[in-house]
């Protein structure tokens, strides 16, 4: 049974910051596949924000955050994070991490991860 716990969200102003975190539990190591952080704010789709592939560490971002967010795993690949700096009222969602085990790559597909986690609010108030 794999397990995602994310942690870290809350409430800012305009270009603050915030990071999220997420623990997976699992009884086994994902070596293949990818993590990544999503989102939804209410009345819109749930959009994909940043992916990491798990073997080699390779990044994507959603346009609108590259540069002012910044996704990373530790070592033993259990705990994902994603720093956010310059928030913007439009950053305001849930955020969700997702996990991806198998073998390709769609780095902001929601429909390619198979795990998520419960999601965490982040709110950017101007």
């Known amino acids: 049974q794999v397990r995602l716990v994310e942690a870290g969200g809350g409430s800012v102003q305009t270009g603050g910051s915030l990071r999220l975190s997420c623990k997976v539990s699992a009884h086994e190591t994902f070596n293949n596949g990818a993590m990544a952080w999503f989102r939804q704010a209410p009345g819109k789709e749930r959009e994909g924000v940043a992916s990491i592939r798990t073997r080699s560490g390779s990044t994507r971002y959603l346009d609108s955050v590259e540069g002012r967010f910044t996704i990373s795993q530790d070592y033993a690949k259990t705990t994902l994070s994603l720093q956010m700096n310059d928030l913007k009222p439009e950053d305001t969602a849930m955020y969700y991490c997702?996990?991806?085990?198998?073998?390709?790559?769609?780095?902001?597909?929601?429909?390619?991860?198979?795990?998520w986690g419960q999601g965490t609010q982040v709110t950017v108030s101007s």
């Open positions: 997702a996990l991806w085990t198998g073998a390709d790559w769609w780095p902001l597909n929601p429909e390619k991860y198979n795990y």
